[in-house]
């Protein structure tokens, strides 16, 4: 159970190199959808890894599961197009919803895309 963001039973899908722990993704998991734990108070959803290629390695091993859906909200910059062009790729159907943008752009940031929009991705397995 995960109180605040819903039902189902929390995953966390892990990405390890060489014994250590390089990347991390939590979803929450109820009757074959697999879910971003987010709610509208988040700020923010995404794939924590140490390189763009672990994050990509993430991604593919969640596509890899096949779930029957995967609904993940509040996923912003680079990483929402690049899991939404994934999973076009292994054959899901996709929506998505631009929840919210900020008024201003930021440039001061380590990738240098911001924050951006924030949309809301629901993938259905073809």
């Known amino acids: 159970m995960v109180g605040a963001f819903?039902?189902?039973r929390l995953r966390l899908l892990t990405l390890r190199r060489g014994g250590r722990l390089v990347g991390v993704v939590p979803l929450r998991l109820a009757q074959g959808v697999m879910w971003s734990p987010?709610?509208?108070?988040?700020?923010?959803?995404?794939?924590l890894a140490e390189?763009?290629?672990?994050?990509?390695?993430?991604?593919?091993?969640?596509l890899a599961r096949r779930p029957r859906r995967i609904n993940l909200g509040h996923v912003g910059?680079?990483?929402?197009?690049?899991?939404?062009r994934l999973?076009?790729?292994h054959g899901y159907g996709h929506l998505t919803r631009v929840l919210e943008r900020p008024?201003?752009?930021?440039?001061?940031t380590k990738r240098g895309d911001g924050w951006g929009a924030v949309r809301?991705?629901?993938?259905?397995?073809?």
């Open 6 to 8: 819903g039902s189902g």
């Open 38 to 47: 987010t709610n509208w108070e988040s700020p923010r959803f995404d794939f």
């Open 51 to 62: 390189s763009d290629a672990d994050v990509t390695a993430l991604m593919l091993d969640l």
């Open 77 to 84: 910059g680079a990483n929402a197009e690049r899991f939404r």
């Open 87 to 89: 999973a076009d790729l």
């Open 103 to 108: 008024p201003f752009r930021l440039y001061a």
């Open 120 to 126: 809301f991705l629901s993938l259905v397995a073809g």
